[in-house]
């Protein structure tokens, strides 16, 4: 009689080692993958016919099947933790190629140590600057739904413009994945896409390296992660200490949502799934509106601070009024945005209608499409915007104030949302 445990352990096995999940077997063999999951936790047993369309479906003998993995290897070798190491080191090799080809790269393979040469030609006190960087929220929506590029391109926007807000020009990025014994396609997309953005900011893209753990994750599943290293003179980091009275802020669209905000946009979608592939405006999905990555600044900060146009600048992580975004301002001083000068993105607006939060809530965790606050000299604003306009929309929200009834307020709206 057969032993349903050790038959749906072989299933199991086997498919592991195929890299497939329950979900991909079954579409392949036209059942459920409940009916998959049944087998394999020994629940029940395919029919004989099933048996062997399974048996051809995951490359392997009717016999090794029914025996129940009698087969089994006597010595433990990597295909049995269900990892395909032949085909991890050709995606590597692939991805090697990706590399940025440039001087100052001059040593960087799989998981040796990065050796690069550093541009301090005319600094006086050379700081190298580094920091690491993962999606957050956002990364298992976009690995659920398929949107692997675009949460590598927002990584690379996120970690590049950490940097720059302190006026450090980001130099090179190295990428690491975590994940279960994936497609190669979708690793190589995803690097081609960590190039991509790297090499479109100026940044030399030094890989993608690959831990695959396939005794972790599930094929399909990841964890990404990106290193961004710098080099500023140490008189040229922006520090905020520069911003006075009368500065005015210039805030830089953009065209995703942060990470910060993603636990509400979890919480709205289990309350409403059936918004998902709902239009926002008659024309784009909302599914793909949410997950289009945030705008890289680099280039347009690094053009305005080689001008001196910059005494400060916010990164706004959420929302345009949280406190800790602002302590850079001097003490005594504070931003007086004028929200209505926004015009707030349809994307914003369709959440804010869907009226599952208010007002309050609604400004206390949402951007309003707006990723970036720089703060330039009155007199210099029309010189700043026309630059700004070359990469980017931008608008001017406001002014650095006193408040003498509230002097260690950093930040206060005047006006209300302009929809």
Not at 108 to 134: Q, R
Not at 228 to 237: A, E
Not at 374 to 388: H, T
Request: contains cysteine; aromatic residues 8%; proline residues 3%.
């Amino acid at each position: 009689m057969l032993d349903r445990e050790k038959v749906g352990r072989a299933i199991s096995e086997q498919r592991k080692i195929k890299g497939m999940t329950q979900k991909q077997l079954a579409d392949l063999l036209n059942v459920s993958y409940q009916a998959v999951s049944r087998w394999e936790q020994g629940i029940s047993l395919p029919s004989v016919d099933m048996i062997y369309d399974i048996a051809q479906t995951l490359e392997t003998t009717v016999d090794f099947l029914l025996d129940g993995l009698s087969e089994e290897r006597k010595v433990i070798s990597y295909i049995d933790t269900g990892l395909d190491v032949k085909k991890l080191h050709m995606v590597k090799d692939r991805l090697s190629n990706l590399v940025t080809k440039n001087d100052m790269l001059l040593h960087t393979k799989y998981s040796d140590p990065v050796f690069c040469k550093m541009d301090t030609l005319g600094m006086e006190e050379s700081l190298c600057v580094f920091a690491n960087h993962v999606p957050g929220s956002k990364e298992r929506f976009a690995m659920e739904n398929g949107y692997d590029r675009e949460i590598c391109i927002d990584l690379v926007s996120s970690a590049a413009n950490n940097l720059i807000r302190f006026g450090v020009r980001p130099t090179i990025l190295l990428a690491n994945m975590v994940c279960g014994n994936n497609d190669s396609g979708q690793i190589l997309t995803m690097g081609e896409a960590f190039k991509e953005a790297c090499e479109n900011s100026g940044i030399i893209f030094a890989g993608l390296e690959v831990a695959a753990q396939a005794v972790n994750y599930h094929a399909g599943e990841y964890k990404i992660g990106a290193l961004v290293i710098g080099v500023v003179d140490r008189k040229k980091i922006i520090t905020g200490n520069e911003i006075t009275e009368g500065d005015v802020l210039i805030g830089l669209h953009t065209e995703g949502i942060s990470s910060l905000s993603y636990p509400f946009i979890k919480v709205i979608l289990d309350r409403r799934p059936d918004i998902v592939f709902a239009k926002i405006d008659g024309h784009h999905i909302f599914m793909d509106e949410l997950m289009k990555p945030n705008n890289c600044y680099v280039n347009v900060i690094s053009e305005l601070n080689k001008q001196n146009l910059i005494h400060g600048i916010f990164k706004i992580d959420k929302s345009l009024f949280h406190r800790q975004c602002y302590d850079a301002i001097p003490k005594g001083l504070g931003a007086s945005i004028s929200i209505s000068t926004i015009p707030v993105p349809s994307l914003f607006q369709y959440i804010y209608n869907l009226k599952m939060m208010d007002r309050t809530c609604f400004v206390e965790n949402f951007s309003l499409g707006i990723n970036m606050l720089l703060v330039v000299p009155e007199s210099q604003c029309d010189r700043a915007v026309k630059i700004i306009e070359n990469y980017h929309q931008c608008y001017v929200v406001g002014k650095i104030e006193k408040d003498d009834e509230y002097p260690d307020a950093k930040v206060w709206m005047e006006g209300t949302v302009k929809w």
